[in-house]
């Protein structure tokens, strides 16, 4: 079985603070997303990577940076806490490069910046 | 605003009833993907439907796609108490998914 897993399943942070939120994926998996999911909004992509050191924005970026230096391990990072960055943030893998198949995600983990 | 939006955004039901989930979404799309979530946990896939499908079947899920009026519906027949979470469509486009907001099922014993 695929398995996709976050390191944190819960957090909390204060403001200003620097986050990490880590991401293994055990399926050699080219492609891996962050999401983050709020009440009323969905789940919204926040950074995309097709391969190892790729990045691409997704829908919103502002106040997140990631890294990839190995293909099995995607890193989301908030430089500086805020309180509206307060959510469940997601990962997941999929297989196909260029294309989207099936989404595998991992656990989630809930962040609160205090 | 989000690609794929959920309708209802909520649905109760008794164990044994089916339910029907529909999503309506906005730009071509290369394939819709549905999904489940339990409550405080990760998405699971469920069924995949390309754009050149109609219809599609996986044990008690049917899956119907409808690109010319952008929509798809996704049926539970004979729905049961574990069936409780919240489901997902995610249209697919250029490599990214795009989520709704869900609708949010609770099946009652």
């Known amino acids: 079985d695929v398995k996709v897993t976050q390191s944190s399943r819960y957090l909390v942070k204060r403001t200003g603070e620097k986050v990490f939120l880590e991401c293994v994926q055990d399926?050699?998996?080219?492609?891996m997303f962050w999401y983050r999911q709020d009440p009323g909004l969905g789940l919204r992509l926040i950074y995309f990577?097709?391969?190892?050191?790729?990045?691409e924005k997704g829908d919103i970026p502002e106040g997140y940076s990631v890294s990839r230096e190995k293909k099995e391990r995607f890193s989301l990072i908030l430089e500086s806490a805020s309180t509206n960055q307060t959510s469940m943030y997601l990962c997941?893998?999929?297989?196909?490069?260029?294309?989207?198949?099936?989404?595998?995600f991992g656990e989630g983990s809930r962040l609160t910046v205090l | 605003s989000q690609q794929g939006e959920e309708d209802p955004q909520a649905l109760s039901i008794q164990e044994g009833e089916n339910a029907t989930m529909n999503c309506s979404y906005k730009t071509s799309i290369n394939n819709l993907q549905w999904y489940r979530q339990n409550s405080g946990r990760g998405l699971v896939h469920l069924i995949l439907i390309r754009s050149n499908e109609r219809e599609k079947h996986s044990g008690r899920l049917r899956v119907t796609l409808d690109t010319s009026k952008k929509s798809s519906s996704l049926l539970i027949t004979a729905s049961r108490a574990a069936d409780t979470a919240s489901y997902f469509c995610a249209t697919s486009t250029a490599g990214k998914s795009t989520f709704g907001d869900g609708t949010t099922l609770t099946v009652k014993p």
């Open positions: 997941a893998s999929s297989f196909w490069a260029g294309s989207t198949g099936e989404l595998f």
């Open positions: 399926m050699d998996h080219e492609n």
């Open positions: 990577s097709y391969d190892v050191k790729m990045k």
